[in-house]
């Protein structure tokens, strides 16, 4: 259905009401509305009427109201509060509410915003609010201001009149989700008096009856607990002091201090990525040897990550995140494998694509996991949460809570805001993020800011509390609400941003006494896979840490160098002389090296020292290997080549493997591969956001309906479709009485006269004005809603 309906005029001011508003603004302006506001756009609207009935849903508005920074929301509930809901309000009368000038560029930039996603509506110097938004400031997290209320030099006169007992209530009240504090019937002796100390001293105000009493603080009171003493001739709608650089960054002063800050702080995550891309390794190699079994109802349990977590050297608690992001990547999914002789039914294993991946620039390695986790559906800092109606959130499951997609917007977005030399700290983190999204703090709360940021630190794009370029690059794509979504970067746009920070790879190592050899960064790429041959990585980050052992030594060794070889590149690349006790060892596990020869029975074992099979036939790997003697030199044995040689080096020995020919050859492990298979459920395809090509022409078409309707004497006072339930929303919010037509189930309609109370659920509820009965109506059934003529 589609509605009819003409536009008329505000009876008293003798404005146009809000459709006939919207229908005087020019094209651009409704282009712009409906790019902020995508959802009131799809599908295209029929008229103007229409467009202005789905701006009126209370979902809309909530979703245009979830865009707002705290001054918005501030200077939004200071018009409601002035009664722009029943009439104009003078912009200003809201500014010297708010203290500030008329043309304040933070008051203009939030009246500018409101107007843009119409929340805000009138002439230029008044402003109105439509019913629906009235109630949706009543119940945001904000507090508008009063007249006289403590402020400045008397805010702190009294704020340094206070007892501990209440500035410890003020600051509970202030770092909570909502600006009010209950007083419930639990409350103790010790938070009552706090209260009415605060109240007495006009900091707070006391509301509510016995039994439902609430403290609400005054409006400057709040924002001088969130955020510290203001500067003199500071207003609330300025930027805390956390917005602004630290002293040591100011050594340096405009373009240069900000450039200065954002290169540290890029170089800084580049340390991180080299540690991520050492971590997410050390897990794919983990699980290319024994892939993780999954849950009966999918995911991998506590006790599976604790054994993955053994084998890849990592803490358990990191691990969430990397088998997310690797997921994510695709470099890790969940099916069949097998692993040389042994098959693995549903586990979670490496796919294909991580050996490409694991070849590529690290630029690239990590601009593939930092988009894959800034997508992903699911938070990985919910794993090991307590589900509702028991158990734990499994790693690698079903995603649990609020989409974690705009979880990371929201939080980056808020720190990108601020310059790159500012360091707000961990402490005032959730305050950072409630400035700029005030409404989706008050249902997230500050864990998923906090545990959204050590993610994001240990991908590269948070150092501290201040966002990357990298960080400033994905936040860009975000909506906001004053510019919309533009879409998330690729990877060929991160990658020359995450190379710059990188550091530059070295040829050149410092080898010490403690066996160990310090690389002072990353190495070049022939050098990186010699010394991870002939060393393992004991630590990874800005300087990596290489440890050489007997085992690494082998390693080298059984690859196919020599102990010539292995001294030559030690010479060639360290800028220090090679200690004696590395030579030593080198040495010492060369000469031992290969002496025994493994080949296949299942395998054999040959020696041309007698002596040394008579010691390996006295040792338990005869018996664990099932060694039998075929000649004085020979062995031969059921046991695989491999598994033998590996039991022969446990015992101390050191073979190595050969051929047919008598050349010595490496074996290794068979890995684990799967191939990434389909989910069972399809994919939540997003809404495509209409382009402003399409929506001027969208536009177009609404207004030439619009001429129609009207040029054929469609006025009437009745509304039908998606502006009868938005006039429905209306008269509930301002207790209004209308006329609803609806239709039974013979085809008969009838007309009842209400004042609705609620519309939810498929029905309107309400009661008759004259009898005061109650009234419940099934809202499919209604076919028009009518105003009262206000003449009768």
């Known amino acids: 259905m589609s509605p009819s309906r003409t536009t008329p005029r505000h009876a008293a001011s003798g404005e146009p009401d809000f459709p006939a508003w919207l229908a005087g603004l020019p094209d651009d302006a409704l282009v712009r509305l409906c790019v902020l506001r995508p959802d009131v756009a799809n599908p295209p609207p029929a008229s103007l009427d229409v467009l202005a009935s789905r701006l009126r849903l209370p979902a809309s508005t909530a979703r245009a109201m979830g865009t707002l920074t705290w001054p918005d929301l501030l200077v939004l509930a200071t018009i409601a509060e002035l009664g722009a809901g029943s ?12 203290g500030v000038d008329d043309d304040d560029p933070a008051f203009r930039t939030s009246v500018h915003t409101l107007r843009e996603l119409a929340l805000l509506w009138g002439d230029e110097s008044r402003a109105r609010i439509v019913p629906v938004t009235g109630a949706a400031v009543d119940s945001a997290p904000v507090i508008a201001p ?9 805010l702190e006169t009294a704020w340094n009149g206070l007892s501990a007992r209440a500035l410890g209530v003020l600051e509970a009240i202030a770092r909570g989700r909502s600006p009010v504090g209950a007083l419930g019937s639990g409350a103790s002796e010790t938070v009552r008096a706090a209260a009415t100390e605060l109240a007495d001293a006009g900091l707070a105000v006391i509301t509510g009856a016995d039994g439902g009493e609430a403290v609400v603080p005054r409006v400057h009171t709040l924002d001088r607990a969130r955020h510290g003493a203001r500067p003199h001739g500071a207003s609330l709608l300025d930027t805390p002091a956390w917005a602004a650089p630290v002293a040591a960054a ?12 954002a290169t540290r702080t890029d170089a800084s995550a580049g340390v991180a990525a080299l540690d991520l891309l050492h971590r997410c390794d050390a897990v794919i190699a983990a699980l290319s040897v024994l892939p993780a079994a999954t849950l009966k109802a999918g995911g991998v349990g506590v006790r599976e990550l604790r054994r993955v977590a053994r084998s890849a050297a990592l803490d358990p608690r990191e691990l969430p995140l990397l088998l997310e992001v690797l997921a994510g990547a695709g470099l890790l999914a969940v099916g069949d494998a097998d692993v040389g002789d042994s098959a693995f039914d549903s586990v979670w294993a490496p ?9 590529r620039e690290p630029a690239r390695r990590w601009a593939e996991l930092v988009l894959a986790w800034w997508s992903m559906p699911r938070a990985p800092w919910r794993v090991g949460s307590e589900i509702e109606g028991g158990g734990t959130v499994p790693a690698l499951g079903d995603p649990v809570g609020p989409p974690a997609p705009a979880e990371r917007s929201r939080v980056l977005r808020a720190l990108s805001e601020l310059d790159p030399a500012a360091e707000p700290g961990d402490a005032l983190l959730p305050e950072v993020v409630r400035w700029f999204s005030p409404v989706w703090f008050s249902r997230a709360g500050s864990r998923p800011c906090t545990e959204t940021v050590l993610e994001a630190r240990r991908l590269g794009l948070v150092v501290g509390t201040t966002a ?11 909506a906001t609400a004053g510019s919309p979504a533009t879409g998330a970067p690729g990877v060929d746009d991160l990658e020359p941003i995450l190379t710059a920070a990188l550091p530059d790879p070295v040829s050149e190592v410092i080898v010490q006494a403690d066996l160990t050899i310090l690389a002072p960064g990353p190495l070049v790429p022939e050098l990186a896979a ?9 630590s990874a980050g800005a300087a990596i840490t290489y440890r050489v052992t007997e085992t690494s030594l082998r390693r080298a060794l059984d690859s196919g160098s020599t102990a010539a070889g292995i001294r030559e590149l030690l ?7 090679v200690p004696q006790s590395l030579d030593y060892l080198i040495e010492d596990v060369a000469r031992r090296h290969g002496r025994l020869r493994v080949g296949s029975a299942l395998s054999f074992l040959r020696c041309d020292d007698p002596s040394l099979v008579a010691q390996v036939m006295g040792s338990a790997v005869a018996e664990s290997c099932a060694l039998r003697i075929v000649a004085p030199t020979v062995l031969i044995s059921q046991a695989k080549p491999l598994d033998l040689v590996e039991s022969l080096r446990e015992h101390g020995f050191a073979p190595v493997v050969e051929d047919t020919s008598g050349a010595v050859v490496a074996l290794s492990r068979p890995v684990a591969r799967v191939h990434a298979t389909s989910p069972t459920r399809a994919p939540r395809v997003p809404t495509r956001a209409a382009t402003p090509a399409e929506l001027r022409a969208a536009l177009t ?25 938005a006039r429905l929303h209306e008269a509930a919010s301002s207790g209004t009485a209308v006329t609803v037509s609806v239709v039974d189930a013979q085809g008969r309609s009838t007309s009842r006269l209400i004042i609705p109370a609620t519309v939810t659920g498929g029905r309107i509820e309400g009661i008759e004005p004259e009898s005061a009965e109650p009234v419940t109506l099934p809202l499919h059934r209604v076919i028009s809603v009518a105003d009262l003529d206000p003449t009768r």
């Not at 009439?87 to 708010?98: C, D, E, F, M, Y």
């Not at 009063?146 to 008397?154: K, R």
């Not at 100011?250 to 200065?260: F, N």
């Not at 010479?571 to 002389?577: E, G, V």
């Open 146 to 154: 009063q007249p006289g209320e403590p402020a400045g030099a008397d």
């Open 571 to 577: 010479a060639r690349t360290s800028i220090t002389p």
């Open 530 to 538: 010699e010394f991870a041959l002939l060393a393992d990585v004991e």
């Open 87 to 98: 009439g104009p309000v003078p912009l200003r009368a809201v500014s010297g509410r708010l």
């Open 351 to 359: 796919t294909e694509a991580a050996d490409v991946w694991s070849a």
């Open 250 to 261: 100011t050594r340096s002063t405009g373009t240069a201090a900000t450039t200065s800050a």
């Open 701 to 725: 078409a609404m207004r030439s309906a619009d001429r129609v309707r009207s040029a054929r004497g469609g006025a009437g006072t009745g509304y039908t479709g998606e502006a009868a339930i």
């Open 468 to 478: 990357t370029s990298a960080a400033r690059l994905l936040a860009a794509g975000s």
